[in-house]
């Protein structure tokens, strides 16, 4: 019995976050238009003002410039960039995380089918070389690796892929930090603080 175990990619390709953020921005009238949108790129992934306008090879002014002269520009700007960041970076974190998910499946789907095919427990031949079978490092993987298959496991996560993020039985505790006092002493926090993923 053989069993045809996908393989990854030798190289797997990343989402490029400045075409995806390109591809939200309008087109702006006007002189410039290019460099307009190369410095609202910069401006998505949270530079600031200046930085944005040096790395688009723009003075501070003439964003200034811009800001005055173009108010589609500066409506732009100041309403729709907060919403758009806000989004790219949802959206980016759940594509490295959709794919960090497939390339750990995949290499747990590699070693399920050796498990499969050879068995778990791992046989040597009588000179105590190793034969078929699982090492031992890959069966305390597979250990470690059960918990993702669970019936609770795969609701929750195509509850994340249908883009439902209500809180339920998910929540992300952040850790509590104690910070010194004006005396030294530590500040501690009322309570832990609680978000929903």
Known sequence: MTIDVLSLPDKVNNPDPVELAKDRIPEFSGENEFLKKRYLVYRIFDFN??????????????????RRDDQAFRDWEMAELPNLRKNIMAEMTLSQFYRNMWMAMMIDAKLLGRAVVEGIIPIVDENGKYVSGLRKEEREYLEKTRGRYSAESLHSLLRVASGDLSQDKSTLIVETVYISGPRGGPVEPEEPAENGL
Request: proline share 0%; aromatic share 12%; no cysteine.
């Open 49 to 66: 003002v200046t930085d944005a306008a040096d790395m688009s090879g723009v003075r501070y002014a003439t964003v200034l410039k811009w």
